[in-house]
């Protein structure tokens, strides 16, 4: 059933975030992993990345991150950096895709992703919210839309987790946004 996999993957999203943040964003990995905790375990429990934005603001601050990191990129990347959507679509689609009898070329794979990333961008951060985003990936690869009410069945758990990719992806980009600020005003 894609719920599991779909999870699965998810959480390789999350765990491959993290080498990124220690790297790129140049913090230590305890660091970096009492930096996400408090907003990932709002995250899973909340489902709604908009929900867990104050919290996210709130680590950055006691991060030491500036005001522009804390309070632009990190509503910016929130809103529009959505890791867990993107691998959980991709799932969804895919497995419809199979459920419904529809062979998808290379084409239309590509096809899907494109529709992916760009719909996945447009998530509100809601509860469930990824799921109404799925609808353009499911049309681009001729997938009949009502199985969208199959996945909406099972979706509890995985948006927690795809919530919780989101917020660590989110929170990542800003670690990364603020080393790469840091550099560049001699602060590294």
Same mark, same amino acid.
């Given at each position: 059933f894609p719920t599991r996999r779909s999870s699965d993957l998810t959480i390789v999203a999350i765990a491959v975030l993290? !080498? @990124?943040? +220690? /790297? $790129?964003?140049?913090? %230590?990995l305890r660091a970096f992993a009492d930096y996400l905790a408090p907003s990932q375990a709002l995250a899973f429990a909340s489902r709604s990345s908009l929900a867990t934005l104050p919290a996210m603001v709130q680590a950055a601050e006691r991060a030491g991150f500036d005001a522009t990191t804390s309070r632009l990129v990190m509503p910016l =990347? /929130?809103? /529009?950096f959505h890791v867990g959507t993107a691998v959980a679509q991709t799932v969804g689609v895919l497995f419809l895709a199979r459920l419904g009898g529809v062979d998808l070329s290379g084409v239309d794979l590509a096809t899907v992703a494109a529709a992916i990333v760009v719909a996945s961008s447009a998530v509100p951060g809601v509860p469930g919210g990824s799921i109404v985003a799925l +609808? !353009? =990936? @499911?049309? $681009? =690869? %001729? +997938?009949p839309v009502e199985g969208i009410? @199959?996945? @909406? $069945?099972v979706d509890a758990i995985p948006d927690m987790v795809r919530t919780t990719a989101n917020v660590t992806g989110a929170m990542t980009l800003a670690a990364i946004a603020r080393r790469r600020s840091d550099a560049d005003h001699g602060r590294a």
């Open positions: 993290y !080498p @990124l943040g +220690v /790297v $790129a964003g140049g913090m %230590r =990347a /929130v809103s /529009v +609808v !353009p =990936a @499911l049309t $681009a =690869a %001729r +997938v009410g @199959l996945l @909406l $069945a």
